[in-house]
């Protein structure tokens, strides 16, 4: 079983930036896709960005494109997003994952491993 830890989330103002960082307790799927969800209670999980193996693909939801960037270290099961210009409706707790294969997915269901999750809270 892999693990993966979130870190970086808290409580912030609108407007101000985060950054997550996504690491696997042990070195793991390194040539993998990984990707970001986001869920607030009583919704389905939501697909915030994903980034193939190598970081030469990369795909937003569109609530989150030209404010959020993610990226990753080259080779390894390491990921971060960058969030900038929080808003209020950002609010959720974010979840990192690492893909079933290469390439960067939107889907829940094409990803095989997941983290604890780590809160973000916008206030206005």
């Known amino acids: 079983q892999v693990q993966l830890v979130e870190s970086g989330g808290g409580s912030v103002q609108a407007g101000n930036s985060l950054k997550l960082s996504c690491t696997a307790a042990r070195r793991t799927a390194s040539n993998n896709g990984m990707g970001w969800f986001r869920q607030v209670p009583g919704r389905e999980r939501e697909f915030v960005a994903a980034?193939?193996?190598?970081?030469?693909?990369?795909k937003y939801s569109d609530s989150v494109k030209d404010r959020f960037t993610i990226s990753r270290d080259y080779g390894s099961s390491t990921a971060y997003l960058q969030m900038n210009l929080l808003k209020p409706e950002d609010t959720a707790i974010y979840y990192c994952?690492?893909?079933?294969?290469?390439?960067?997915?939107?889907?829940?269901?094409?990803?095989?491993?997941w983290g604890q999750g780590t809160q973000v809270t916008v206030s206005a």
């Open positions: 994952a690492i893909s079933r294969s290469a390439v960067s997915s939107t889907a829940p269901t094409t990803y095989q491993y």
């Open positions: 980034i193939s193996w190598n970081g030469g693909n990369a």
